[in-house]
């Protein structure tokens, strides 16, 4: 394996800074889209590794608290990228990437787009007659809405 040298001037194998880096601006993406930096750092991780691996190891692995391992585990559990496993003779919970993780994100993105569309139908029918403006915004938006589900299916469809 061949090293270069880092801003310390120590011998950093390139496989494994290349790691670093990559779960490091994976965090910094995730709080581009309003996630926690440390959900995406947590996901970069597995995007690497896989799993399973406990919340305690992975405190370890990521240096971060255990207690922030947890909240963001949940959340990409929650979110379909994570899922929470049993291994035989352990008494704590073991993570690892879930299938179709992807997917799943995407899956999650439409359903809160199909809220939305359902939002905006409730507006346009509460509107009065002279809301004239307001009525086309509001379908205008609709119609992003509804392109933006039937892109995203299309998609999701590719992935699977």
Request: no cysteine.
């Given at each position: 394996?061949?090293?270069?040298?880092?801003?310390?001037?120590?011998?950093?194998?390139?496989?494994?800074?290349?790691?670093?880096?990559?779960?490091?601006?994976?965090?910094?993406?995730?709080?581009?889209?309003?996630?926690?930096?440390?959900?995406?750092?947590?996901?970069?991780?597995?995007?690497?590794?896989?799993?399973?691996?406990?919340?305690?190891?992975?405190?370890?692995?990521?240096?971060?608290?255990?207690?922030?391992?947890?909240?963001n585990a949940r959340l990409l559990e929650g979110?379909?990228?994570?899922?929470?496993?049993?291994?035989?003779?352990?008494?704590?919970?073991?993570?690892?990437?879930?299938?179709?993780?992807?997917?799943?994100?995407?899956?999650?993105?439409?359903?809160?787009?199909?809220?939305?569309?359902?939002?905006?139908?409730?507006?346009?029918?509460?509107?009065?007659?002279?809301?004239?403006?307001?009525?086309?915004?509001?379908?205008?938006?609709?119609?992003?809405?509804?392109?933006?589900?039937?892109?995203?299916?299309?998609?999701?469809?590719?992935?699977?």
């Amino acid at each position: 394996m061949s090293a270069k040298l880092n801003d310390d001037a120590a011998a950093v194998p390139v496989r494994e800074d290349a790691k670093a880096n990559f779960i490091e601006q994976h965090g910094l993406a995730a709080k581009q889209d309003g996630l926690p930096r440390i959900a995406g750092r947590i996901m970069g991780w597995f995007v690497i590794n896989g799993g399973p691996i406990s919340l305690t190891e992975l405190a370890s692995e990521l240096s971060v608290s255990r207690a922030s391992i947890s909240t963001n585990a949940r959340l990409l559990e929650g979110l379909g990228v994570l899922t929470r496993v049993a291994i035989p003779g352990e008494r704590q919970d073991f993570y690892q990437i879930a299938d179709s993780p992807y997917a799943r994100l995407l899956e999650g993105y439409v359903h809160r787009m199909q809220g939305n569309v359902a939002n905006i139908d409730s507006l346009i029918s509460g509107l009065g007659k002279g809301d004239h403006g307001a009525r086309h915004r509001a379908r205008q938006m609709k119609r992003f809405y509804e392109a933006a589900i039937t892109n995203t299916k299309s998609i999701i469809k590719s992935l699977s």
